[in-house]
């Protein structure tokens, strides 16, 4: 199964917030993600930050394949967020893991870090374990372009979870998914309707 046959077999979720399965990887690493884990089990649910990192080479910005990655663990969900460690690929490995380094500020035995552990792992598991895992598992976005950190306005930009320009190919296949299921956008509350 290609990427474009989940986008036609209409797997987006439509409910503001909530950021599709098969699209979390690359809403997680794209760059500025805050997001939440919900396990429907158990109801528990952690929030999280992703960012990349970005070196200075010849004095110009280079962004790198690794992300800090932060754990909210306070009530202000703009600032109180403590470092967790680094998402990235080890030892030549072509998959993302959680490395934990002197100053990660929590441990491998919290169960936010577990739950983010496994997470990572079934977002790179392939067609058949998100789908097994679909109904469980739920992610959330915070409203604002996972690329960039803006606040997300349009219906569209929330769905995707990134704004227009750093999401175009994107923004151009939901407005087709959503004109194949006769979804309009009501521009003026903002939201999706199934007519
Ligand atoms: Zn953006």
């Known amino acids: 199964m290609t990427e474009s046959d989940i986008i036609n077999n209409s797997r987006f979720e439509l409910t503001s917030g909530e950021i599709s399965l098969y699209d979390s990887l690359e809403y997680i690493l794209a760059g500025k993600a805050t997001f939440t884990l919900l396990s429907v089990n158990t109801g528990k649910r952690f929030t999280y930050q992703c960012n990349q ?13 690794k992300f800090f ?9 703009t600032s109180d967020y403590m470092y967790a ?10 998959f993302y893991t959680l490395r934990f380094t002197a100053k990660s500020k929590v441990t491998s035995d919290a169960i936010s870090m577990k739950a983010f552990i496994l997470v990572l792992e079934i977002l790179q598991s392939g067609f058949q374990r998100i789908e097994n895992n679909r109904t469980q598992l739920k992610i959330y976005h915070d409203g604002n372009c996972a690329k960039c950190g803006r606040k ?6 929330v769905a995707v979870g990134r704004g227009p320009v750093c999401a175009k190919m994107q ?20 939201v999706l309707i199934q007519m």
């Not at 970005?54 to 394949?65: E, H």
């Not at 460690?85 to 072509?94: D, H």
């Not at 997300?152 to 930009?157: A, G, K, Q, R």
């Open 53 to 65: 990192v970005t070196d200075y080479i010849d004095n110009k910005p280079v962004k790198q394949d």
């Open 69 to 77: 990655l932060s754990l909210l663990n306070g009530p202000d969900n």
């Open 85 to 94: 460690g680094m998402v990235e690929k080890l030892n030549g490995n072509n």
């Open 152 to 157: 997300l306005t349009d219906p569209i930009s």
């Open 171 to 190: 923004h151009k296949q939901y407005a087709l998914d959503c004109k194949k299921r006769n979804i309009v956008i009501d521009k003026k509350n903002n």
